[in-house]
């Protein structure tokens, strides 16, 4: 069952709403030990959607994993068990938190992999505007090896060419407008991060700009994120495939978005 006390203040929310991102502090401390044996369950018996980047200049590598939330218990227990739903539906402004799929994110010590600057929407084969990612650390992440996300940035209403993380186009044929080059000018922008504890979470909009540097110290950084919607959500159709895929799922642009892969979590 769901538990549905919630962590967050007004203002948090009212933080949600207007940077597209915030802080929330020890919300999920006594899941994080169960989802650390989750991962390296999950490292020994990866989905067909494993992907890890193993970078040329023979660095440690970035293991990273999708959908596999209902697999493991130590993930699951954090989707069904913790006030994370309770809280996406508060940030929301949603009378339901529906689970759209997590992404597991390992970079080892010395893995040189930085995470572009990128937004989530134009990855995904959902839209709405009641989205919310929670970034949710297994290790400590100091503030110069954390998360960065462009505050506002989920305001501008553009969804940015979207690029895997090698660099390379999502979409053959993509004419969107890339993402800007925000490390070249950072004084351009509102810069928010944050040091984050095991049990802390960071959550945002589907829509907010965000970016990662690579992992040179000698800590692993192990990061589970979850991706939630709200009452509005629609299928849409992208002009490839997308980010995670679901190969056999049928749906039409502009469908409700729904069914048993995506199921509610928490309703009022």
Same mark, same amino acid.
């Given at each position: 069952?769901?538990?549905?006390?919630?962590? %967050?203040?007004?203002?948090? /929310? +009212?933080?949600?709403?207007?940077?597209?991102?915030?802080?929330?502090?020890?919300?999920?401390?006594? #899941?994080?030990?169960?989802?650390?044996?989750?991962?390296?369950?999950?490292?020994? $018996?990866?989905?067909?959607?494993?992907?890890?980047?193993?970078?040329?200049?023979?660095?440690?590598?970035?293991?990273?994993?999708?959908?596999? &939330?209902?697999?493991?218990?130590?993930?699951?227990?954090?989707?069904?068990?913790?006030?994370?739903?309770?809280?996406?539906?508060?940030?929301?402004? $949603?009378? +339901?938190?529906?689970?759209?799929?997590?992404?597991?994110?390992?970079?080892?010590?010395?893995?040189?992999?930085?995470?572009?600057?990128?937004?989530?929407?134009?990855?995904?084969?959902?839209?709405?505007?009641?989205?919310?990612? #929670?970034?949710?650390?297994?290790?400590?992440?100091?503030?110069?090896?954390? /998360?960065?996300?462009?505050?506002?940035?989920?305001?501008?209403?553009? !969804?940015?060419?979207?690029?895997?993380?090698?660099?390379?186009? !999502?979409?053959?044929?993509?004419?969107?407008?890339?993402?800007?080059?925000?490390?070249?000018?950072?004084?351009?922008?509102?810069? !928010?991060?944050?040091?984050?504890?095991?049990?802390?979470? %960071?959550?945002?909009?589907?829509?907010?700009?965000?970016?990662?540097?690579?992992?040179?110290?000698?800590?692993?950084?192990?990061? /589970?994120?979850?991706? &939630?919607?709200?009452?509005?959500?629609?299928? *849409?159709?992208?002009?490839?495939? +997308?980010?995670?895929?679901?190969?056999?799922?049928?749906?039409?642009?502009?469908?409700? #978005?729904?069914?048993?892969?995506?199921?509610? *979590?928490?309703?009022?």
């Amino acid at each position: 069952m769901v538990n549905k006390k919630s962590m %967050v203040t007004s203002e948090q /929310i +009212t933080d949600f709403k207007e940077n597209g991102v915030v802080l929330i502090k020890d919300a999920f401390q006594p #899941f994080i030990e169960q989802a650390r044996q989750a991962i390296e369950q999950n490292q020994a $018996s990866p989905s067909w959607r494993e992907r890890t980047y193993r970078p040329d200049d023979g660095s440690a590598p970035f293991f990273q994993d999708y959908c596999v &939330w209902s697999k493991f218990d130590g993930y699951r227990a954090l989707v069904e068990e913790s006030p994370m739903a309770a809280i996406a539906a508060q940030l929301m402004g $949603s009378d +339901t938190a529906r689970i759209f799929h997590d992404h597991v994110l390992v970079k080892e010590p010395g893995n040189s992999v930085v995470t572009p600057w990128h937004q989530d929407k134009p990855y995904y084969l959902v839209t709405g505007d009641q989205t919310v990612s #929670f970034w949710i650390p297994l290790d400590p992440v100091p503030r110069e090896r954390t /998360i960065e996300y462009i505050a506002g940035s989920h305001k501008s209403g553009k !969804l940015y060419k979207p690029k895997r993380f090698d660099g390379t186009d !999502l979409y053959a044929n993509d004419n969107s407008e890339p993402v800007p080059d925000v490390d070249a000018n950072r004084s351009d922008f509102t810069i !928010l991060g944050w040091d984050v504890a095991p049990g802390d979470a %960071v959550a945002f909009d589907f829509g907010t700009l965000h970016g990662a540097p690579a992992n040179s110290s000698t800590q692993r950084r192990r990061v /589970i994120s979850f991706r &939630w919607v709200g009452d509005d959500a629609r299928f *849409i159709e992208r002009p490839g495939k +997308t980010s995670p895929a679901f190969p056999d799922l049928t749906y039409r642009d502009g469908d409700k #978005f729904t069914g048993p892969d995506f199921p509610v *979590i928490y309703s009022v």
